[in-house]
């Protein structure tokens, strides 16, 4: 059975930074696109981060130069580094899996991933 645990989510405030973690069981990260998404309330479900077969990183617009995704596969772990936390930063925020054959092509949206966590809020106050 797959499971994505995300810890980190607090509220801040802007210009403050906080560190998502990610704990994976059951799959391994061996070529496949790990990342993170965040939705906002309203709002379609969108990529923050994501790595790509393991060594590729890619970042939205918005958050580049912010957050820095990285992964360690010893410990099947996934973290995002978000640093100069703004407001609109403000979301709940998932972690993803995709197998290769699936998310190769499509790492950029979420139907690339199969394995999602619950969740983890972040909130950033002005």
């Known amino acids: 059975q797959v499971q994505l645990v995300e810890s980190g989510g607090d509220s801040v405030q802007a210009g403050g930074s906080l560190r998502l973690s990610c704990v994976v069981s059951?799959?391994?990260?061996?070529?496949?696109?790990t990342g993170w998404f965040r939705q906002a309330p309203g709002k379609d479900r969108e990529l923050v981060s994501t790595?790509?077969?393991?060594?590729?990183?890619d970042y939205s617009g918005s958050v580049k130069g912010r957050f820095t995704i990285s992964q360690d596969n010893a410990k099947n772990t996934l973290s995002l580094e978000m640093n100069d936390l703004k407001p609109e930063d403000t979301a709940m925020y998932y972690c993803?899996?995709?197998?290769?054959?699936?998310?190769?092509?499509?790492?950029?949206?979420?139907?690339?991933?199969?394995?999602w966590g619950q969740g983890t809020q972040v909130t950033v106050s002005s």
């Open positions: 993803a899996v995709g197998s290769p054959y699936r998310c190769l092509q499509r790492f950029r949206s979420r139907t690339g991933y199969e394995y």
């Open positions: 790595i790509v077969s393991g060594d590729s990183t």
């Open positions: 059951g799959i391994t990260f061996r070529r496949s696109c």
